[in-house]
């Protein structure tokens, strides 16, 4: 299994991104999506989950403005971020849960800035 994370970039105050993970070797059907974010000098945080039965959270500071979703049946994950401020400057990771197994991505940066 192998996650490939794309969509990061350069956007202002309030634009709006799209992150996609791909996964290889297997489909979101038999795992759980998470996406997590780690900003310079601070430790990786949970952002958002997604688990099989379709259930999804998200951490406060994102809520309202951060959407995750999945296609069981194919092999992208997507988390859709508006609003964007600041402070959701970070490389975005994407994960793949499955029991005691998580395999990760290399990351996707973004950047919040005028």
């Known amino acids: 299994v192998q996650l490939v994370e794309s969509g990061g970039g350069l956007v202002q105050p309030g634009g709006s991104l799209t992150l996609f993970c791909e996964l290889t070797?297997?489909?979101?059907?038999?795992?759980?999506l998470k996406w997590f974010r780690q900003a310079p000098g601070k430790e990786r945080e949970l952002v958002s989950s997604?688990?099989?039965?379709?259930?999804?959270d998200y951490a406060d500071s994102v809520k309202g403005r951060f959407s995750i979703s999945k296609d069981r049946f194919t092999s992208t994950g997507k988390l859709q971020m508006d609003s964007l401020k600041p402070e959701d400057t970070a490389t975005y990771y994407c994960?793949?849960?499955?029991?005691?197994?998580?395999?990760w991505g290399q990351g996707t940066q973004v950047t919040v800035s005028p």
């Open positions: 994960s793949a849960v499955r029991g005691s197994r998580t395999f």
């Open positions: 997604l688990d099989l039965v379709g259930s999804s």
């Open positions: 070797g297997s489909s979101f059907s038999a795992y759980n």
